[in-house]
Each structure stands twice: as structure tokens, then as C-alpha cells.
């Protein structure tokens, strides 16, 4: 069999199993008393753990396999849950996350576990004696139940057809033992169908194998849940067989029914009913796993009812029908220039009808590109509670707005920011329950992770409710830095003094840890969102805690911009910068500080010409002392770009500028317009710098 072509689907149910642990583990935390998560934990480590061995990760089965015996003692109550044994079941699972992210990169999925797996064993081992007794006790259960099986005249559990019963019945009158024989393996159990042949190499070699259940191809392909029944026709008796059984290795239990020739041919006599009857009378005793085995069949029909209306779709075939509607777009404006040209009234319908049409498609299409930030935001329970515990805190994480979407080329992009800023909530925001008491405080701090959309961006929030930024600190470390001069420092806005520590190698942290102040962090935070056309803000008081604003665009690959002419080239601005267009004077213009400044609404705007930015040769300049200019917004900055002309809104088709052009200044990507001409769009967020 060809793994490879299974390699992206183990990957991906991967993630969902190990995601699924770490929110059970959490609940687990809360309620150690609630069998039923247990039951979730070990139903998805047992998964993984089949999966795993599959696909030939031997490295990842084991480890789940062990992780999954001290779940078994848990869910027997053989083991109580305790704060140390959940972080080291955590820690197998960031394991077993790191192993599944090494295969993701192209590894072998190996990893020096040796110490986890020891720590693992101990648990386990702590009640070794009580397992052994369980086992052995089990053992005997089983052997009562087999022994009290053996001989009994009950009506066969399996269906036959004619020929089957002819076999049977003309096998024991002439002397042979009929045996209905059903075997169950393993919970742990990796290869099931190498099992199922062991067995049927025994059963074989002492008998014929008439029928079994599932058929023998499904055995096979272990499409079966842990229990198989065959009809054997045999000289051995059943305790002979019953014990060969048992010598292969993950076979739990072996029950036998021995067919009477009596009861046999009252079986294939009897109307419907009384059969109906008796199979009644024999599942009594086993209700509980009858009843466990439909819920398990409703489940794995509603999942297949569920896997009807969803299909799980490749990235890259996403990105390759996003390339094609880019071009459809670039021609759709070709085609509305050439409508405009020809002023053909069928034309312009059509034309428009189209782009009306095509309106729907751009939706549908950056729709399906649209993730949750739950795929985000689902690491950081786990990680709070890891340093909470490092760092002796009591935190209570708080999620809300988990369902926001967000493009996925944004979402790719936002999990590391969030992390540091997570991280510097934890570490440096909430106070230790010492502190926190003695301030009038609980001892235990609040975090919280905020998601909604507002237009066409998204905003993310987080907010903690400890110590807030020390202004005079901040202030003092920054001057220390030269980040600002005593001078400028006297000015600033509280605001202004909140946003130093995003500033590039700033660190208030008087111990440098691996949880942050090693100064870097936060300046690297600021960076990746102004590369994705967002701003962060800070908002905090201090000694009742900070806010951190992150605003971010919905998507990045199709955008509305304000085109401009700068003699002969035209320019594209991105509408999500831009306040307001105006004309001014020459007169409007002033000097302040050798820059060219203009009042706008109360506030002094500086002024950049783009053609001197971009180097634009001019044949003429200016008529009429008139100059049209954007402006522009980068939080709260503003400045005005000045430009020849505004040429009108438009929808634009965001290109990058390949590997050789990397370091345009000012310039984010360009993109082809209607007429074939390319336009270069421009970076406001640089250009205000």
C-alpha cells in the first residue's frame, strides 16, 4: 500500500486528535472526577495510536500507547487524577504535537521521549500489583464465562444460510464438535488483522472454518471493532481450543458455544420469532456494551452524514482557483475599459451583468478561503496553564468570539504575535496571588482573548487585568536604551509611552527567562502585523491592567484601492489607509521644522510628495498652484501624499513583486489594471515611518 498518498490526511487528523486531547485534558483538570471526558481522551489517543502505526511511526504509536495505559487506569479508577500526572500526559502531547509537526516538515517523526515515556511507566506502575489483580481477575471472569459457554445447547448467534446448516448438521451427526467461537482483542490491540490471521492459522489447523462475522475480506481490511465470531467444525474440544486461542498475544477473551444437533435443527425449524426470542434472552446480560456499540453506530452514521455535506480540501488547489478568479478580475477590468471605449449599450450590460456575477464568485471564493482563528486560538489554554504552573500564578484564560473567520494567508501569519503577547500578559501583566492579595485583588488573575469583525477587519484583543505598564519604568528603560531622549520623554502621551515597548530590543524584565525578557517579543509582534496591513495599540492603566488591540485586514489578496497619476504612472493606494481626498493651494502649504506641512481640521499633517519619494521625472510641474492630496492614516498618524490626479476606486489583484524586487522601498506589490498597464501599490505604513 502507497502511505504517501495518506500522509497529508494523518497529518491533519492528527492535529484534530491531539487538539481534542488538550481541550479534554483541560475539562479533565476541572472535573478529575468525570469518567466520560477519560473516555474522549482515550477513544482519541487510541486513534492516533492506530493511525500512528499504521502509517509506520513507530516512535508516535508507542508513546501513545503508553500515554494510553495510564488513561486506561484512570477511566478503571485505578489511578486518581492529580495535577502531576495531567502534566505529564501534557507533556506526552506536546510530544506527540512536536513528532506530528516534524513529519508535517518532511522528518521521520522521531524524538528523545525516554524521559516522558519513564515518568509515564511510573504512574503506571504505581499501581501495578492492583493491574495484575484486575487482569487475573478478568482472566478468571472469563474463564467462568467460557466454561459455563462451553456445552450449553443455545440457539446459534450467527445467521446461516441452507448450505451452512446442512454442513453443520450433517458435521454433528456425524461426530464432529460445532462450535460458534467469538474472540475479542485488545482495546491497545495495533494490528488487528495480523491477529485475526493468527487465529484463523489455529482455527484452521484444527478444524474448517465454515463462516465468520464480519466476513473474512472485512477482517482483513480490520473493519471490525475489537470482537469477530467464527463457526468451526472440529475434533478438538473446546477448552483445547479456547487455550490456543489465548496464546496469541492481544487476544482478551475467547467465549464458546458448543451446537447441539437438537437445538440445531430447531433453530432452522422454529418460526422467526421464537429465534427473535432467544437472541433477546442472551443479549440481556450484555446490554451495556450492546447499547454502547449503537451509539457508536449513530455516531458513525451522523459522521457520515456530516462527511456528505463537507469535503476536505487541499491548499494548494484553494490557492490555484484564487490565482485564476485574480486573473478573472484583471480581466474583468480590461473588459470595462474597452466598454467604456466602445459605449456599446448590449456591451455595457453585459459587462455589468458580469461583474455582478463575478461580485458573488470574489465572495464565495475568499469565503472558502476564510478560517476560524479557533485553529489559533485552541493552543493557548494549554499554554497558559503550563506557565501558570511554571510561574506559580493562578490564571483563568477566557476565549470569546473563537467562530471569527479570518483569511488564511492572515491566519498563517498571526500565531506567533499572539503567543508573545500572551506570554507577556502572563509573565509580566498578572501579579503572583501574593501580590495580587495584598492590592485587594483575587488571587486569581483574568486573561482574555477577544476575536470580532468590524467592516472589513477583524480585531483582536488582549486583555489582562494585573499590574498594567509602569510609565515611569518604561520611561527609564527607554532612555537607558536611547530609544528617546529625556527632552521627548517630558511630551509624551501616556498612550505614546505605552507603545516604547513595542519598540525594537525593549525589555523591562529584571531576570532574563524562557518566558519572555530576552528582548525580543513585542517589537517583532508590531513588525509582522504592519506586514499584513494591521496596526496594534496598547491601552493600560496602571495596577488594573492593559489592553492590546490588534486590527487586521479580512483578506490580503484582492483589495480596494484609490488610483492616482503621478505624470505618466499611476499608483495605487490602499482605501484601508486612506481618510479623505482634498485639493489644496500652494499657499495652504507651510513649513514647520524643514518639512512641508498643511492644517487639516486643527491637526498640522506633514506632507509627502510621491513623485520625489519614487523618483518620478517631471516634464512639467503643477499648474494653477493646485495640488491634489490623500490622506492618510497609520494609526494615529496622519500625513498627506501628494499626487497629480486621482483617476477613481477600484477593485485591484494584490501581485507580489517576486524574489529580485524585495526591497522597494514604499512599494507592497503591484497589480495589472484594465487597460494591460501595471500599477504599483503603495505602502502607507512605510512611508510613515
Known amino acids: 500500500m502507497e502511505l504517501n498518498q495518506y500522509l497529508e490526511m494523518f497529518i491533519e487528523e492528527s492535529k484534530e486528535h491531539l487538539q481534542s486531547c488538550s481541550d479534554n485534558l483541560l475539562e479533565l483538570e476541572k472535573n478529575p472526577a468525570d469518567l466520560a471526558i477519560v473516555n474522549e481522551i482515550f477513544r482519541s489517543a487510541h486513534t492516533l495510536k492506530g493511525m500512528s502505526a499504521t502509517m509506520g511511526y513507530e516512535d508516535l504509536a508507542d508513546l501513545t ?54 515518568k509515564l511507566k511510573r504512574i503506571e506502575s504505581g499501581e501495578a500489583i492492583q493491574q495484575e489483580t484486575a487482569v487475573l481477575n478478568s482472566n478468571e471472569t472469563a474463564a467462568e464465562a467460557a466454561a459455563t459457554t462451553v456445552g450449553l445447547e443455545n440457539a446459534p448467534q450467527l445467521e446461516y444460510d441452507d448450505f451452512e446448516k446442512t454442513v453443520l448438521l450433517q458435521s454433528t451427526e456425524q461426530g464432529f464438535n460445532a462450535f460458534e467461537i467469538a474472540v475479542t482483542l ?31 475480506d472485512k477482517l482483513e481490511e480490520e473493519q471490525f471493532d475489537q470482537e469477530f ?17 489465548l496464546k496469541v498475544s492481544e487476544v482478551e477473551k475467547v467465549a464458546i458455544t458448543q451446537l447441539s444437533k437438537d437445538i440445531f435443527v430447531q433453530s432452522a425449524t422454529v418460526e422467526t420469532e421464537t429465534v427473535a426470542e432467544s437472541q433477546t434472552e442472551e443479549l440481556t446480560p450484555v446490554a451495556p456494551v450492546e447499547v454502547k456499540k449503537e451509539e457508536a453506530t449513530q455516531k458513525s452514521s451522523g459522521a457520515k452524514h456530516a462527511a456528505s455535506k463537507t469535503i476536505r480540501v487541499s491548499i494548494e488547489r484553494l490557492d490555484i482557483l484564487m490565482n485564476l478568479f485574480e486573473e478573472l478580475v484583471i480581466d474583468r477590468g480590461r473588459l470595462q475599459s474597452i466598454a467604456t471605449e466602445v459605449n456599446h449599450s448590449e456591451l455595457n450590460e453585459t459587462v455589468e451583468r458580469m461583474s455582478r456575477t463575478m461580485g458573488d464568485l470574489q465572495n464565495i471564493v475568499l469565503t472558502m478561503r476564510m478560517i476560524p482563528i479557533e485553529t489559533v486560538f485552541n493552543r493557548f489554554p494549554k499554554m497558559v496553564r503550563t506557565l501558570s504552573r511554571d510561574l506559580k500564578k493562578k490564571i483563568n484564560l477566557e476565549i470569546i468570539g473563537a467562530e471569527t473567520e479570518l483569511d488564511r494567508t492572515v491566519i498563517d501569519e498571526i500565531g506567533d504575535p499572539l503567543v508573545h503577547l500572551i506570554r507577556n500578559s502572563v509573565d509580566h501583566g498578572i501579579e503572583s496571588p501574593e501580590i495580587r492579595r495584598a492590592n485587594g485583588k483575587p488571587e486569581e ?27 515611569e519604568r518604561v520611561l527609564k528603560k527607554a532612555i537607558s536604551k536611547g530609544i528617546v531622549t529625556k527632552e521627548s520623554a517630558l511630551s509624551m502621551s501616556d498612550k505614546q509611552i505605552n507603545e516604547l515597548i513595542l519598540a525594537s530590543g525593549f525589555s523591562t524584565a529584571e531576570v532574563i527567562s524562557d518566558i519572555s525578557g530576552r528582548g525580543v517579543g513585542l517589537d517583532v509582534v508590531k513588525t509582522t502585523i504592519e506586514s499584513l496591513g494591521g496596526n496594534i495599540s496598547i491601552e ?102 501628494v499626487v497629480d490626479t486621482f483617476i477613481g476606486q477600484q477593485e485591484i489583484v494584490l501581485k507580489s513583486l517576486g524574489n529580485y524586487l524585495t526591497n522597494i522601498f514604499a512599494i507592497s506589490g503591484a497589480t495589472i489594471l484594465g487597460n494591460g498597464k501595471v500599477a504599483l501599490i503603495v505602502d502607507c505604513n512605510a512611508l510613515m515611518k
Open 229 to 245: 465470531k467464527v463457526a468451526l467444525i472440529s475434533q478438538t474440544n473446546a477448552e483445547e481450543l479456547r487455550s490456543k486461542i
Open 445 to 471: 488573575g483574568n486573561v482574555t482573548l477577544r476575536a470580532y469583525h468590524s467592516g472589513n477587519y477583524v480585531f483582536i484583543e488582549i486583555e489582562d487585568d494585573g499590574a498594567g505598564i509602569n510609565r
Open 540 to 641: 493600560s492603566t496602571e495596577g488594573v491592567g492593559s489592553i492590546f488591540s490588534i486590527q487586521l485586514p479580512l483578506t490580503l489578496s484582492i483589495i480596494s484601492v484609490m488610483l492616482v497619476e503621478i505624470e505618466q504612472e499611476i499608483y495605487a493606494i490602499p482605501l484601508s489607509s486612506i481618510i479623505e481626498t482634498s485639493i489644496i493651494k500652494n499657499s495652504d502649504i507651510l513649513n514647520a521644522h524643514n518639512q512641508k506641512v498643511i492644517d487639516f481640521r486643527g491637526k498640522v499633517v506633514p506632507l509627502i510628495f510621491l513623485d520625489e519619494i519614487f523618483d518620478v521625472p517631471r516634464t512639467e510641474q503643477a499648474a494653477d498652484g493646485y495640488h491634489s492630496v490623500v490622506i492618510v492614516r497609520k494609526g494615529d498618524k496622519l500625513a498627506g501624499l
Open 65 to 118: 500507547h503508553k500515554m494510553e495505559n495510564v488513561l486506561d487506569a484512570i477511566r478503571n479508577e485505578k489511578i486518581q487524577v492529580t495535577a502531576e500526572i495531567l502534566d505529564v500526559v501534557f507533556e506526552s502531547v506536546d510530544h506527540l504535537e512536536a513528532m506530528v509537526m516534524d513529519i508535517a516538515d518532511g522528518g521521520d517523526g522521531k524524538k528523545d521521549v525516554s524521559q516522558t515515556v519513564e
Open 186 to 216: 485488545n482495546d491497545s490491540c495495533l494490528l488487528k488483522a495480523a491477529r485475526v490471521y493468527m487465529v484463523f492459522d489455529i482455527l484452521e489447523k484444527n478444524g474448517d472454518v465454515v463462516k465468520s462475522s464480519p466476513t473474512v
